[in-house]
C-alpha cells in the first residue's frame, strides 16, 4: 500500500499531524520507535515534569515552606494546621507515571480511531517516497508515502565538560525520576527546564542552586517580568547566580556533596558550588540521528542542527516535510502542534499557517510565568511607541483571597493604533490567563478590545483588564500613573 502521509515520530507534532491528515481523508501512517506514543513532551517532558510540579507545590504549601513568595504564606494563615507531615517520594512518582500513561495509551486509541496505521520501529529515510522501519523485535520493512513528514523532535544538548549519563550528572530526563531527594542540586541553565526541576527538588527540600551564563534567568523574556520571577524564587529559597561560567568541577568528598563545580562570575570572581547531583539544562538540541538525513542530502544547518523548510514545510528533498524542534522557532509543543495541523492542511490541499508572532511561552513554576509578543526591550531596540500598562496581583480580589497575590501583568500596545503587540505575566495561573491575550494579539486586537470586555468578578482576569486600562491612565482599582 501506499500512503499520502507518512509521519515519523509522534510527540505533539507527530500525532496531531497524523490525526489532522487522517481526518482529512489522507491514508496516513505513523512510525514510532518508542514503545509508548507521544515523545519526549508526554513522556519525560511537559506532562512528566507539570505532575511533578503540581505534587511538589502542594507538598509545599502544607510544609508552609516558600516565606512570603510564590507558594503563598504558611498554610496556617488559612486557618489549617497540618500534623506529621511526610513525603512519600515513591508514591509521588508513581502517581507521576500513570498521569503519563494515561496521555499516552490515550494518543494510541485517537490515533486507531481516527484510522491512522501505526508502526513501531525506528524509520529511516530511504529516499524519495520511502521509509524503511527497523522493529525492536521482528523484520524490518519498507513503507512507501507520497509525503513524509519529519517529527522527531530533540534531545538535551550536553556541555563537553559535563560526563551526562554518567554518575552525578542528568538531563531532565533523569531528574524527573530520582529515587531520592538530593541535599544539593545544583542546575546549570535558568531555563524553563533549569527553573521548573530546580523548583521541584527545592520544594521538596534540596538545597539547589542555579548557575546561569547570562545577565538574567529566561534571557529573551522581557527584563523586568524575569527580574519579578527571579526575586520571588529567591524568597522560597531557589539561590540564582547569574552571569556565572562553569568552568569544570571536581569530585569532592561526601561533606562537599560529591561533586564541586568551580565556575568564574563575569567580574573574574571564582567561585565553587559543591553538589551531590547536576543537572545539565542549557537547551535541546533537534534530533536526527539515523534519519538518514545526510546520505540523502537532506540540509541541516551546521550549528544548530536544525533542518531548513520552506513556507510549507518542505525540506531540501521535495516530498519530504519537517515540523516541530527539527525546525525554526521555539522548541514547544504547541508551537509542533500548529505546524503539524498546517502541513496536514497544506498537504491536502487546503490553506495552512502558523501565526509565529502569536505563540505563548509559559514557565510553570509558582507563580507562573507567561509571555506572548514582543518584550518591551524588543520594541525599544525596534524604534516602536508604545503604552504601557501594569496591574499588580496584591490589587486583585481573587489572588488575595487565594493568598497568592505576588506578581504582575504587563501590557504592550502600540502608541498610535493601540493594537496590543506584547502581554507578559508573573502570577498564579498566569499559564491559563495567558490566552486571553492570544487571542486578541490573534484577531489583531487592541488594548481598548480588553478594557472593554466584561470579566467575571471576582477572577484573576481582572488583573489583564485593568492593566489595559491602565496603559490609557484610567485603571479602577489602583491609582494609574496617567489619568484621562
Ligand atoms: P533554554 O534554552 O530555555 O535555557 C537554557 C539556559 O541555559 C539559557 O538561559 C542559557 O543562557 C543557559 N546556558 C547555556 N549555556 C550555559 C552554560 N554553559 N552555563 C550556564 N548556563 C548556560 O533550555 P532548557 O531550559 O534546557 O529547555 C530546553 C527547551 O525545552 C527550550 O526550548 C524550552 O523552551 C523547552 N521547554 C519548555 C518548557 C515550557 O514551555 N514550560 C519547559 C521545559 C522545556
Redesign the pocket.
Known sequence: MTYDFLVIGSGPGGYVAAIRAAQLGLATALVEKNERFGGTCLNI??IP?KALLDSSELYARLRGSGGSGGHGPDIRSHGIKVGRLELDLEAMMARKQQVVEKLTSGVGRLLEANGVDTFQGTGRLLGQGAVEVVPEKGSKQTLNSKSIILATGSVPAT?PIFPVGEEGFLTSTEALSLTSVPSRLAV???????L?LGSVWSRLGAEVTV????DQI??GMDSEISRRLRSILGRQGLEIVTGT??LGYEKAGKAKGGILLAAEAKDGKKLEFPADLVLV????KPYTDGLGLAELGVKTEENSGRVPVDERFQTSLAGVYAIGDLIRA???AHKAEEEAIAVAELLAGKAGEVNYGTIP????TWPELASVGKSEEALRQEGVQYNKGTFPFRANGRALAMASEDGLVKILADKGSDRLLGVHIVGPWASDLIAEAVAVMEFGGSAEDIARTVHSHPTLTEALREAALDAEGRAIHILSRKTG
Do not use: K, Q, T
Not at 546549570?188 to 533549569?194: K, N, Q, R, S
Not at 539544562?281 to 535541546?284: F, K, M, Q, S, T
Open positions: 517532558g511537559c515534569s556541555l546549570i541553565g535558568a531555563g524553563a527546564i533549569g521548573e548557575i546561569e551564563l547570562l529566561l534571557p561560567r562553569v539544562a542549557v537547551g535541546r521555539p522548541m514547544l511561552s509559559v514557565v510553570y
